[in-house]
């Protein structure tokens, strides 16, 4: 079948059998905590690919790697969601290493080389909080910079190597601002606690991560220009334009899974495709072109706002598509397995992430009134 098919090759040619390697495996089994598609992800080269290739890494662009992650959604909603918070911390890096003083980039040698996985506190989860207004504090003490406060949930809160912080950060002048910490995972007063209660998603090692007094040397965080104002820099724009187009496309991919289901379906060969086909490809469409224009124009907050605008419209392809998959899977498809179910309300997840739509209403009216975007 050809859906999914140029998803596919894509994953094939970064992740050499991992696609064949997680359809082997029952999608329960997936989305269980502790998943296999995880280690399968670090075994096949994944950590590397946002890593520049002047850094060991794959250097995937922005458009081949949306289509990894629908891929890799359709087989494993929950293995999409956490790689979304890796690659968005690697891209971050990435992208911090054009402005910081080398560490990054030895930092991304690591990634790719040997494989690190790099969990992300950075978006808050709990509703009315500013995402730029960061749970965890940093305080400068003795010439380190020390860390206290907790991010839940976190993906892939039990096998990440290193754990990248949004931290608030007082500067020279005493103004404060946001700043990306690097915690290693084992350092001293970093502790995993069990958080994710629901089975839908579970795979993704959604935890609670408590950093109670962990001292860093000052290389190991890296100040934006990010103020109280919430209006994203350039560091910032870069990553939330990374952290729609990558999360988008990968809860894409999982509603694609479903969709795929009933495509192949006994007795469904005759049936008009383009009734669960049409929602999810516009969807897509959309986000991939957000990624070109990420390779050919400025990343400023119009791009911004048209990858809002992208995510938001798959939010509601998303919603329409699986009621018709599942209306269309029948009664009988319900009993038997609750693959169909699952696949139905992990694609839901999209809604939950932030910016929320409700939380931007405001902001993108400003926008539209030529006021800076503001992230809410």
């Known amino acids: 079948m050809n859906f999914l098919q140029l998803e596919r090759a894509s994953l094939e040619t970064f992740m050499p059998g991992l696609d064949e390697r997680l359809a082997r495996i029952p999608l329960a089994e997936l989305e269980r905590a502790p998943s296999p598609a995880v280690r399968a992800f670090r075994e096949a080269g994944g950590p590397a690919l946002l890593v520049p290739a002047q850094h060991a890494g794959a250097g995937a662009s922005a458009l081949q790697a949306v289509r990894v992650q629908r891929a890799i959604g359709a087989r494993c909603p929950s293995l999409a969601v956490a790689t979304t918070m890796h690659h968005f911390s690697v891209a971050g890096l990435?992208?911090?290493?054009?402005?910081?003083?080398?560490?990054?980039?030895?930092?991304?040698?690591?990634?790719?080389?040997?494989?690190?996985?790099?969990?992300?506190?950075?978006?808050?989860?709990?509703?009315?909080?500013?995402?730029?207004?960061?749970?965890?504090?940093?305080?400068?003490?003795?010439?380190?910079?020390?860390?206290?406060?907790?991010?839940?949930?976190?993906?892939?809160?039990?096998?990440?190597?290193?754990?990248?912080?949004?931290?608030?950060?007082?500067?020279?002048?005493?103004?404060?601002?946001?700043?990306?910490?690097?915690?290693?995972?084992?350092?001293?007063?970093?502790?995993?606690?069990?958080?994710?209660?629901?089975?839908?998603?579970?795979?993704?090692?959604?935890?609670?991560?408590?950093?109670?007094?962990?001292?860093?040397?000052?290389?190991?965080?890296?100040?934006?220009?990010?103020?109280?104002?919430?209006?994203?820099?350039?560091l910032n724009v870069a990553g939330f334009l990374w952290f729609e187009l990558l999360l988008t496309a990968g809860y894409l991919g999982v509603a694609s899974g479903l969709v795929e289901r009933?495509?192949?379906?006994?007795?469904?060969?005759?049936?008009?495709?383009?009734?669960?086909?049409?929602?999810?490809?516009?969807?897509?469409?959309?986000?991939?072109?957000?990624?070109?224009?990420?390779?050919?124009?400025?990343?400023?907050?119009?791009?911004?706002?048209?990858?809002?605008h992208a995510r938001y419209a798959a939010q509601d392809a998303i919603a329409r598509t699986t009621a018709g998959c599942l209306a269309a899977l029948g009664g009988m498809a319900f009993i038997g397995s609750p693959d169909g179910a699952y696949l139905a309300a992990a694609a839901g997840g999209l809604t939950f992430h932030p910016p929320s739509r409700a939380r931007m209403a405001g902001p993108l009216r400003e926008f539209l009134d030529g006021r800076p975007l503001r992230i809410g």
């Open 94 to 234: 990435a992208e911090a290493a054009k402005y910081g003083s080398g560490l990054e980039g030895v930092l991304l040698e690591s990634v790719a080389g040997e494989r690190l996985l790099l969990a992300s506190a950075f978006a808050e989860g709990n509703s009315g909080q500013n995402i730029l207004r960061p749970h965890i504090t940093a305080q400068r003490r003795g010439g380190r910079i020390v860390l206290n406060g907790r991010k839940m949930p976190c993906s892939l809160a039990r096998s990440m190597d290193l754990l990248t912080a949004s931290v608030l950060l007082a500067d020279e002048d005493g103004v404060e601002r946001l700043a990306i910490a690097l915690v290693p995972a084992t350092a001293p007063g970093l502790e995993v606690r069990p958080f994710w209660r629901t089975p839908v998603l579970a795979g993704a090692e959604s935890e609670q991560v408590v950093l109670t007094d962990v001292a860093l040397d000052p290389e190991q965080v890296v100040l934006t220009d990010v103020t109280a104002d919430a209006v994203p820099d350039a």
């Open 262 to 308: 009933v495509l192949e379906r006994p007795g469904g060969g005759q049936d008009d495709p383009t009734a669960y086909t049409v929602d999810v490809g516009a969807a897509m469409l959309a986000v991939e072109a957000v990624a070109r224009a990420m390779e050919s124009e400025p990343w400023t907050d119009t791009l911004l706002v048209q990858a809002l």
